[in-house]
């Protein structure tokens, strides 16, 4: 068996880890192989061509999509970037499934600290429950009652291979500690000693912040029972204490200025126009006064995407499953924090950090970078 | 269906069903679907022969020795390089199909005509 970070994470046999590292390779073949050329294609032979005649092929992307798709090389593209998703899926959800009562044992087994509170009357919102986000079966809300810890174990061995090791390998926290630098960055003498995390699935970047405020409480909500429950002993095996509950971030059931600090991590993009703005109120009264919001985010905007990246997130939106991957990039996130009543509002691209430095020099920056490189990070504090 | 809608999203014609590239012809699809695990199955199977041929050179092997058998740092770089040699040999006439589009202007006048 390989060597695991926590004591949740499912181990991986011999030839379960050879697939694993195969289907990488095959994401990386279609990612870094294939995927540039239909870049050329469209960004510098198809839009160039479209100039010419005084046409913007960026305004056009739909249309462009539409013709690429007659192409059998551009389906066959599709399907293979489709189908190496599902092996993804499929071949963690087989190794998951042959060790499920275990991981199960472990779960109810661990005595160190946290709680979970599920509530079987919730309701994922349309955004989460329409389709299966990123082609997982199940989606975020899977749950099989009492005890079930399967889709948190699935979603955790994954994300790593879903991020091709960029966000921290196993562990899965550079966005966490990101998170923690951007708060050192522009906070530099805070401690905050109430934190919540919103759609934390299985408590990756909320455990890294708790890492760094070990007095504080920390509380982590998302959608999903046996998401949250693999979280809970995930996050305790790792030494942190933190309480899930398994609520919408639109609402939540937290009194009025609960928390210091509230964040959220690759979040936003899986919700919808209509959730923005009430997720940013509820933020705000989840506060008290001087309280800080942080959201870290793909760093891409539409505006600035080309032609080639646009009809790309066509396909990540409708194949991939990723309804607002779009609207997101289209959205002006910063105007509905300040619409919410948010002060100091600062957006930009935080440098992605492996651990989080409160005596570092700022590096929180107006310049983009690439995902993984950096990230979008939007943050405000409610007076 | 590809505009968004009033809530910023987009879906499937039928969100409830799998992606369908290849209208009418589901089966290629499928097949795609098997290729892609076939060459899932070929990946590990080539790291089981790799395990055994390593293990030989250090000795010999047994089934416990192989499933307990991890590659270390040079090993796995090896693997990946082998791995993305497999992958690029068998999905050889999609790249070249790729590469010709991209030299071919009549393909790509075709392709600026349909869009129109």
Same mark, same amino acid.
């Given at each position: 068996?390989?060597?695991?970070?926590?004591?949740?994470?499912?181990?991986?046999?011999?030839?379960?880890?050879?697939?694993?590292?195969? /289907?990488?390779?095959?994401?990386?073949?279609?990612?870094?192989?294939?995927?540039?050329?239909?870049?050329?294609?469209?960004?510098?032979?198809?839009?160039?061509?479209?100039?010419?005649?005084?046409?913007?092929?960026?305004?056009?992307?739909?249309?462009?999509?539409?013709?690429?798709?007659?192409?059998?090389?551009?389906?066959?593209?599709?399907?293979?970037?489709?189908?190496?998703?599902?092996?993804?899926?499929?071949?963690?959800?087989?190794?998951?499934?042959?060790?499920?009562?275990?991981?199960?044992?472990?779960?109810?087994?661990?005595?160190?600290?946290?709680?979970?509170?599920?509530?079987?009357?919730?309701?994922?919102?349309?955004?989460?429950?329409?389709?299966?986000?990123?082609?997982?079966?199940?989606?975020?809300?899977?749950?099989?009652?009492?005890?079930?810890?399967?889709?948190?174990?699935?979603?955790?061995?994954?994300?790593?291979?879903?991020?091709?090791?960029?966000?921290?390998?196993?562990?899965?926290?550079?966005?966490?500690? &990101?998170?923690?630098?951007?708060?050192?960055?522009?906070?530099?003498?805070? &401690?905050?000693?109430?934190?919540?995390?919103?759609?934390?699935?299985?408590?990756?970047? &909320?455990?890294?912040?708790?890492?760094?405020?070990?007095?504080?409480?920390?509380?982590?909500?998302?959608?999903?029972?046996?998401?949250?429950?693999?979280?809970?002993?995930?996050?305790?095996?790792?030494? +942190?204490?933190?309480?899930?509950?398994?609520?919408?971030?639109? *609402?939540?059931?937290?009194?009025?200025?609960?928390?210091?600090?509230?964040?959220?991590?690759?979040?936003?993009?899986?919700?919808?126009?209509? +959730?923005?703005?009430?997720?940013?109120?509820?933020?705000?009264?989840?506060?008290?006064?001087?309280?800080?919001?942080?959201?870290?985010?793909?760093?891409?905007?539409?505006?600035?995407?080309?032609?080639?990246?646009?009809?790309?997130?066509?396909?990540?939106?409708?194949?991939?499953?990723?309804?607002?991957?779009?609207?997101?990039? *289209?959205?002006?996130?910063?105007?509905?924090?300040?619409?919410?009543?948010?002060?100091?509002?600062?957006?930009?691209?935080?440098?992605?950090?492996?651990? +989080?430095?409160? +005596?570092?020099?700022?590096?929180?920056?107006?310049?983009?970078?690439?995902?993984?490189?950096?990230?979008?990070?939007?943050?405000? /504090?409610?007076? | 269906? @590809?505009?968004?809608?009033?809530?910023?999203?987009?879906?499937?014609?039928?969100? =409830?069903?799998? =992606?369908?590239?290849?209208?009418?012809?589901?089966?290629?699809?499928?097949?795609?679907?098997?290729? @892609?695990?076939? @060459? =899932?199955?070929?990946?590990?199977?080539?790291?089981?022969?790799?395990?055994?041929?390593?293990?030989?050179?250090?000795?010999?092997?047994?089934?416990?020795?192989?499933?307990?058998?991890?590659?270390?740092?040079?090993?796995?770089?090896?693997?990946? @390089?082998?791995?993305?040699?497999?992958?690029?040999?068998?999905?050889?006439?999609?790249?070249?199909?790729?590469?010709?589009?991209?030299?071919?202007?009549?393909?790509?006048?075709?392709?600026?005509?349909?869009?129109?």
């Amino acid at each position: 068996m390989s060597p695991t970070p926590h004591a949740m994470m499912p181990e991986a046999t011999h030839d379960e880890a050879a697939r694993f590292a195969h /289907v990488v390779g095959l994401k990386n073949f279609l990612m870094r192989q294939l995927e540039p050329k239909w870049r050329t294609l469209v960004d510098e032979k198809l839009a160039p061509q479209l100039a010419s005649e005084g046409r913007d092929a960026k305004e056009e992307y739909r249309a462009l999509e539409r013709s690429l798709a007659r192409l059998g090389a551009y389906r066959t593209w599709q399907q293979l970037t489709v189908s190496a998703q599902e092996e993804m899926w499929r071949s963690v959800g087989e190794c998951v499934d042959r060790q499920l009562p275990e991981l199960e044992r472990r779960a109810s087994d661990s005595e160190a600290g946290g709680s979970v509170r599920t509530d079987p009357q919730f309701r994922p919102p349309r955004y989460l429950s329409t389709v299966d986000i990123h082609l997982m079966p199940g989606g975020y809300a899977d749950d099989r009652g009492e005890g079930d810890v399967r889709q948190g174990a699935v979603f955790d061995k994954a994300a790593a291979l879903y991020h091709m090791g960029r966000n921290g390998g196993e562990l899965n926290d550079v966005r966490g500690h &990101t998170l923690v630098q951007h708060y050192f960055d522009r906070f530099p003498g805070m &401690t905050p000693q109430r934190i919540l995390d919103m759609g934390c699935t299985v408590g990756h970047s &909320t455990t890294a912040i708790a890492g760094y405020f070990p007095q504080a409480e920390v509380h982590g909500i998302d959608v999903g029972g046996a998401l949250l429950r693999y979280a809970r002993a995930r996050s305790a095996s790792l030494g +942190a204490s933190i309480h899930y509950s398994q609520q919408n971030a639109e *609402q939540t059931d937290f009194a009025d200025g609960s928390f210091d600090l509230v964040v959220s991590s690759a979040v936003l993009h899986e919700t919808s126009f209509k +959730a923005l703005p009430r997720i940013m109120r509820e933020a705000h009264r989840l506060l008290r006064p001087g309280g800080v919001m942080m959201h870290l985010e793909v760093p891409l905007r539409f505006d600035t995407a080309s032609a080639w990246n646009r009809v790309r997130g066509l396909f990540e939106a409708l194949h991939n499953n990723e309804p607002f991957w779009i609207g997101a990039q *289209q959205a002006d996130i910063a105007q509905t924090v300040r619409d919410a009543g948010f002060a100091d509002v600062a957006s930009g691209y935080q440098p992605a950090v492996r651990v +989080a430095d409160r +005596a570092a020099e700022p590096r929180f920056t107006s310049t983009p970078g690439p995902v993984h490189v950096v990230w979008y990070l939007l943050s405000g /504090v409610k007076r | 269906m @590809t505009e968004l809608d009033p809530e910023g999203l987009v879906f499937r014609d039928d969100p =409830s069903k799998r =992606s369908a590239f290849f209208a009418g012809q589901a089966d290629v699809g499928r097949l795609l679907g098997m290729i @892609t695990a076939l @060459t =899932s199955e070929i990946a590990m199977l080539r790291a089981r022969l790799d395990t055994h041929e390593r293990l030989a050179a250090e000795g010999g092997f047994d089934r416990a020795k192989v499933e307990a058998y991890r590659p270390d740092a040079t090993a796995l770089a090896e693997r990946m @390089t082998d791995d993305q040699a497999m992958i690029g040999r068998v999905f050889k006439p999609l790249s070249d199909e790729l590469d010709r589009l991209l030299e071919e202007p009549a393909v790509q006048k075709t392709l600026l005509e349909t869009h129109r």
